[in-house]
């Protein structure tokens, strides 16, 4: 029994990581290919420039709340994008609520390295795409 509350534990402490990487590399294939910076300017809608609080910045979190759009200028926000970053929160994290405390390290591994294969796949499919 303390062997589940230690997973889950765990997995609920990882869930947010992992969004938060995720969110992370979304700004990074984002921004990447089209010459700019992951770090300046800070995080802001594409439509109107309007930089973003910290509060529209919690992945999933922030879509749900705002309705998919940006508070400024109502301008949609891509649904694929928290689908992506609660994925990644989940790739983390459900290696670790399966045998997290009793294999902490392989765990670990695991969701790192499904992170990781998550996000290559999604910029090789990305840089494949026909630009239009």
């Keep these: 029994m303390l062997d589940i509350a230690c997973n889950l534990l765990g997995a609920a402490l990882l869930l947010p990581l992992g969004m938060a990487l995720g969110s992370f590399f979304e700004l990074v294939l984002d921004r990447v290919p089209r010459g700019e910076s992951v770090l300046w300017p800070p995080s802001h809608c ?9 509060d529209e910045l919690i ?9 998919g759009r940006c508070r400024a200028c109502e301008t949609p926000i891509g649904a694929g994008v928290p689908v992506r970053e609660a994925w990644s929160g989940l790739v983390v994290a459900v290696p670790w609520a399966i045998i997290g405390c009793s294999h902490p390290g392989f765990a670990v591994v695991i969701g790192a390295v499904l ?15 026909p630009r239009a």
Excluded: D, E, F, K
């Excluded at 992945?59 to 309705?67: E, F």
């Design 46 to 54: 594409r439509a109107c420039g309007r930089r973003l609080t910290v």
């Design 115 to 129: 992170l990781l294969a998550t996000w290559v796949t999604r910029a090789v499919r990305q840089i494949r795409r």
């Design 59 to 67: 992945p999933v979190v922030s879509y749900l709340a705002q309705h």
